[in-house]
């Protein structure tokens, strides 16, 4: 089967290439530059899976509620970003990510829907984290002036 790609061409080009594209992408494309805005994903579009790797989001909004997205995420950061995810959630999976204050206290994995989780590190948030350092710090000090 003759596939007519480019040699030289990115796996990610590729892949957007074969999904569809009627011009042969330049080699600076990225395969989804809107994607990192959560709010355009939509579960009316092509039932493909997405792999997105090593990307960055910042104060972006996922509105996964009620959708099988078929997406997966692996080594990404999410920084100051909103995740909406509910029972009616299904085919998304994180994979070694980093979510700095975030609103997520945890992610579950529940095979039966799809939701894969794993090795993931959610940071609290910087305001939590910063009372946490005062009361320490408080403490420590009490402690010196009982002792002197």
Known sequence: MDTALDQHATPRIAKRW????TNKPK???RVYPTLPSGHKL????PAEERVLWRERYQAQH?????????T????????KCTLLI???TGQLA?????FKDCNLDRLEADEGRGLYTRDN????????????????????????????
């Open 94 to 98: 994180f994979t070694e990510c980093v």
């Open 42 to 45: 939509s579960a009316d579009g």
């Open 18 to 21: 074969v999904l569809g594209s």
């Open 86 to 88: 509910d029972r009616g």
């Open 27 to 29: 080699a600076y494309t």
């Open 121 to 148: 590190f959610i940071d609290r948030p910087l305001a939590e984290r910063r009372a946490e350092f005062e009361r320490r710090l408080a403490q420590a000090l009490a402690g010196r002036r009982v002792k002197g």
């Open 62 to 70: 996922f509105d996964f509620r009620g959708k099988i997205v078929f």
């Open 72 to 79: 997966r995420f692996d080594c990404c950061e999410f920084v």
